[in-house]
């Protein structure tokens, strides 16, 4: 989870509690008739640590460098390392 730039996810508390102590902003997919989900979403917002978006508006959603979404403490040319533990991976897995 540390090594995210962001995490999308739904309103579940494990894995927004692992991201928000590891310092990793969040876009929350909400799910309509999750009652229990609202208080968690609004909190997060109010604190700026999680931006919402419906799922009906997920379906079309495009990450790129237009997004203006991310409202939380995300800082676009953050070191991207997926093509070194991608490689890391690979090297475990060919041993």
């Known amino acids: 989870m540390a090594a995210c730039d962001f995490f999308i996810t739904k309103a579940g508390w494990g894995t927004i509690g692992e991201a928000v102590a590891a310092g990793v902003p969040l876009l929350i997919i909400e799910r309509e008739g ?3 989900d609202k208080n968690t979403v609004e909190y997060l917002k109010d604190k ?3 931006d ?3 799922g ?4 079309d959603f495009v990450l790129d460098d237009k997004n203006t979404f991310l409202k939380t403490t995300y800082k676009k040319g953050q070191r991207n390392a997926v093509e070194e533990i991608a490689g890391d991976i690979l090297r475990l897995i060919a041993y």
């Open 34 to 36: 999750m009652r229990e």
């Open 48 to 50: 700026n640590l999680a």
């Open 52 to 54: 919402a978006i419906s």
């Open 56 to 59: 009906s508006d997920f379906k």
